[in-house]
T-cell receptor, first 115, second 115 residues
């Protein structure tokens, strides 16, 4: 079975400084990986997905992630944090189940952005 | 239209009540999902429908009864729930038949409180 591990449950950064949210995956074959964001009392929004076409994936709101097979990692980064980035971030792995997909979520990383 | 709409947004119900959660999408997606999310936890898969047929039931208690009346609608019927069933219930949809890296679109969720 595939799984993802988010290495930090809570990350705090100052506004304007870089963001790094770490995710390692476990998969016996090329995984399908995503990052989703959840603002308080809201649903989940897709930030970006790894499609195997490129190892550096650009997403919305200035976020990007790099797939590193040698390190089994898919870390999420942003050059400069904004107050509106404060939210819960989930690293997710997907596997096909018949004609649908089953998403397995990491435990989440809460990003706090301070002035 | 990339929206998944869930109603109601909030629901308080007694342990003897019967209620239903509703989910609607008009993206032409033929896979629909129910997830349950407890406070400060990641979403957990409950059910998957593919082409309006139940394809995955993650050993969910029978007091939760899903229904997919057509390709745009997904319901979750609730009966005789327990206080520990209080959670955010998320609906999602995705394309079918594609690769595992097909993203899922989530609704805003229904915040359920069982009293």
């Amino acid at each position: 079975a595939q799984s993802v591990t988010q290495l930090d449950s809570h990350v705090s950064v100052s506004e304007g400084t870089p963001v790094l949210l770490r995710c390692n995956y476990s998969s016996s074959y090329s995984p399908s990986l995503f990052w989703y964001v959840q603002h308080p009392n809201k649903g989940l929004q897709l930030l970006l997905k790894y499609t195997s076409a490129a190892t550096l994936v650009k997403g919305i709101n200035g976020f990007e992630a790099e797939f590193k097979k040698s390190e089994t990692s898919f870390h999420l980064t942003k050059p400069s944090a904004h107050m509106s980035d404060a939210a819960e971030y989930f690293c997710v792995v997907s596997e096909r189940t018949g004609t649908a997909s089953k998403l397995t979520f990491g435990t989440g990383t809460r990003l706090q952005v301070t002035l | 239209d990339t929206e998944v709409t869930q109603t109601p947004k909030h629901l308080v119900m007694g342990m003897t009540n019967k209620k239903s959660l509703k989910c609607e999408q008009h993206m032409g997606h033929r896979a629909m999902y129910w997830y349950k999310q407890k406070a400060k936890k990641p979403p957990e898969l409950m059910f998957v429908y593919s082409y309006e047929k139940l394809s995955i039931n993650e050993s969910v208690p029978s007091r939760f009864s899903p229904e997919c009346p057509n390709s745009s609608l997904l319901n979750l019927h609730l009966h005789a729930l327990q206080p520990e069933d209080s959670a955010l219930y998320l609906c999602a949809s995705s394309q079918v038949g594609g690769r595992a890296n097909t993203e899922a679109f989530f609704g805003q969720g229904t915040r359920l409180t069982v009293v």
